[in-house]
């Protein structure tokens, strides 16, 4: 027979009024009775009827995690680190991808606010625009964004100008002076942050902002590094040294190339990435990278959204998270 409130208010001796107010989550249960109560609960492999308490409470118990592209590694290691976050929630976390379906995220976003769906929403790398994302707040439904700043939600994010300066400055400091940039305009990546620290540390050690030596690729993906690697080198002001704030994969597909090419990395050819996906790790030679703290975006985003669907914080909230820059072989 499924378990009761009335068998847990038995064994911890309080009343089912009392359990109840501890599994609906409110106030004045004292955190001794809080405690006691979920830990029976849990022994007692208690599960709330979370359809019911939908209906009672007008919510929908779950927090919407929405990608534009689940096959990102940046994606991923955000979503590990939703999922394994320290706190408990009693909610569900339910994923929508739009890669490969008809819905574009402006439709999906229209959807999950008007019907719902949804108590909250967490947006990884969204590429649409700050307009597009207004719907949640017009529908009063918490949102907080990853990965990028939006004036009137709620974000996480890192400080990519320091980052892309740390970068550049470590090239710098290797005696680069000739250091091209490639960047990626994609909405979701906070392109003019990064190249804005790429500027200033330049302009730190004396060097000139070159905007022949800035390249744009279409997208974070080795064969776009393939690709762009011919015109770094058919450049009239030979770089010695690229900083790619487009991505890792923009950056792996680079040194790939080079080898093919026969040209050495680091030796001939010095590449810096941005974001510290695994593969920087396993690529010959590894990547020199600019880290973002993908498990901990992750951990705070769930946690910032839940105190939003629950009251608990009603202020519009901004994290930044500190970049860490990682040396290794390629540079």
């Known amino acids: 027979m499924p378990v009761t409130l ?7 001796g309080v009343t089912s009024a009392t359990v109840s107010m ?3 989550n409110k106030p004045n249960i004292s955190a001794a009775t809080r405690k006691r109560v979920l830990r029976i609960a849990r022994e007692l492999n208690y599960y709330p009827n979370a359809i019911a308490r939908g209906l009672a409470t007008r919510k929908a118990n779950a927090i919407g995690v929405i990608v534009p592209n689940l096959a990102s590694s940046f994606v991923v290691r955000i979503l590990q680190g939703i999922k394994s976050t320290n706190r408990d929630i009693d909610y569900t976390v339910q994923l929508f991808d739009t890669i490969g379906q008809k819905e574009t995220e402006s439709q ?3 959807r999950l606010a008007r019907e719902r769906r949804i108590d909250g929403a967490i947006l990884i790398g969204s590429t649409e625009s700050d307009e597009e994302l207004r719907v949640f707040k017009d529908e009063s439904v918490p949102c907080i964004v990853v990965a990028r700043t939006c004036d009137f939600l709620d974000s996480v994010y890192v400080n990519n100008a320091r980052g892309a300066d740390d970068a550049t400055d470590y090239l710098a400091n290797k005696g680069h002076r000739d250091i091209a940039c490639v960047i990626c305009r994609k909405q979701s990546l906070p392109t003019n942050d990064r190249l804005a620290g790429y500027e200033a540390a330049l302009k730190r050690h004396g060097m000139a902002v070159d905007q022949d030596m800035v390249l744009e690729v279409a997208d974070d993906t080795m064969p776009e590094g393939r690709k762009v690697f011919e015109r770094l ?3 009239s002001r030979k770089p010695s040294a690229v900083f790619v704030p487009a991505g ?6 680079i040194v790939k190339e080079a080898k093919h090419r026969g ?3 680091p030796a001939q050819f010095a590449v810096v990435g941005y974001d510290d996906i695994p593969a920087a790790e396993v690529v010959e030679p590894t990547l020199t990278t600019v880290r973002q703290p993908k498990l901990e975006m992750g951990d705070h985003a769930i946690n ?3 105190d939003k669907v629950e009251g ?4 519009l909230k901004h994290k930044e998270l500190p970049t860490k820059f990682i040396p290794r072989e390629s540079a």
Request: aromatic share 4%.
């Open 6 to 12: 009335k068998d847990i208010a038995e064994k911890a």
């Open 22 to 24: 501890v599994i609906n």
């Open 108 to 110: 999906l976003f229209q």
């Open 233 to 235: 080198m058919s450049l």
């Open 248 to 253: 890792d994969m923009v950056a792996i597909g």
């Open 263 to 265: 040209i050495e990395v």
């Open 304 to 306: 910032i959204i839940v």
């Open 312 to 315: 608990r914080e009603t202020a």
